[in-house]
């Protein structure tokens, strides 16, 4: 480092610093920044004290003024539980069937029930309630237990298949291949059985050999035509929408190791408002019905299956 001297060119005194011949100046910084760092400095300082700003180690230092944005979402919540308190006490006492023929009513839970769907029923449903595989689409008119609203409001309460919960909804489809109930062929025969009931191919040899197969272990709960019954939750398998699949790689899969999925018993988990809404928009979405569908003659005591 050389000793400070005054650049020729500019009269300024150099900072001593020298790389490859190139030098720095010393310009002062100007006043007006450095009064703006000292005073941001002193707001720092100043607002540490007032505000929630120190972390320590399982909280923060609270501010001398008291303030959080906890708090001040606490009270945004009071306030509109207040406004709305008479609303929800409405759909409260109200039944579905009276939510449904009340225009204000509906319209409320209508708008509830979407904010509470996405906060509770996105994750497996998606955001358009278009579902995936495993995971039904509610924008069809597709049920497996019935699509009009007071149905739909006893699903969202008990679940499917939820332990502990005497009257969530359980149906079980026999593992016909894993239990060696049909031979692989026979589980062929009978996926080409059923893809030529969806529509999916033409009448061909394997179906024809599949159908009896049908007739014998599958019609007790999927109906003759493949009509399905929502008494034990057996769904239609003569139209073309699939919660599973209705590829042969599906369906064999399907009935050689069934399917059991699951949804939770929310009468546990939200409170009897939020499920009457959810039901409510549920059956607004497209594919509910306003009364309940005829149920095919079945054995009603008989294993129901898996969901389609």
Aim: include cysteine; proline fraction near 5%; hydrophobic fraction near 40%.
């Amino acid at each position: 480092m050389s000793k400070p001297r005054l650049d020729d060119a500019t009269g300024v005194e150099t900072v001593g610093h020298e790389w490859d011949g190139i030098e720095e100046l010393n310009n002062p910084l100007p006043r007006w920044w450095l009064w703006s760092f000292y005073a941001c400095i002193v707001f720092a300082i100043g607002y540490s004290v007032v505000y929630p700003a120190i972390p320590l180690r399982n909280t923060a230092t609270a501010g001398t003024f008291g303030w959080s944005s906890r708090g001040d979402l606490a009270k945004e919540m009071k306030a509109e539980a207040a406004r709305t308190a008479g609303l929800m006490a409405e759909l409260g006492n109200a039944s579905i069937e009276q939510i449904a023929t009340d225009p204000r009513l509906r319209r409320a839970a209508i708008d509830g029930g979407r904010a509470a769907f996405k906060v509770n029923c996105i994750q497996c449903h998606g955001n358009g309630a278009a579902g995936s595989v495993g995971y039904p689409n509610l924008n069809d008119d597709d049920w497996l237990w019935g699509g009009e609203a007071a149905t739909i409001h006893k699903t969202l309460i008990n679940g499917i298949r939820q332990p502990g919960n005497d009257a969530t909804l359980m149906s079980q489809m026999p593992a016909f291949g894993r239990d060696g109930i049909l031979t692989a062929d026979q589980v062929q025969n009978v996926v080409s059985h059923v893809r030529v009931l969806a529509g999916e191919d033409k009448a061909n040899a394997s179906a024809q050999q599949g159908a009896q197969l049908y007739a014998d272990n599958c019609a007790v709960c999927h109906g003759a035509a493949g009509e399905g019954n929502r008494t034990v939750g057996a769904p239609r398998l003569n139209d073309a929408i699939w919660l599973y699949g209705g590829s042969r790689a599906a369906l064999t899969q399907t009935i050689t190791n069934a399917r059991y999925g699951v949804m939770p018993s929310w009468g546990n988990r939200l409170d009897p408002v939020t499920v009457k809404m959810l039901a409510t928009y549920v059956h607004s979405l497209g594919g509910g019905e306003e009364a309940p569908a005829p149920v095919p003659e079945a054995v009603a005591a008989a294993p129901a299956s898996a969901t389609k």
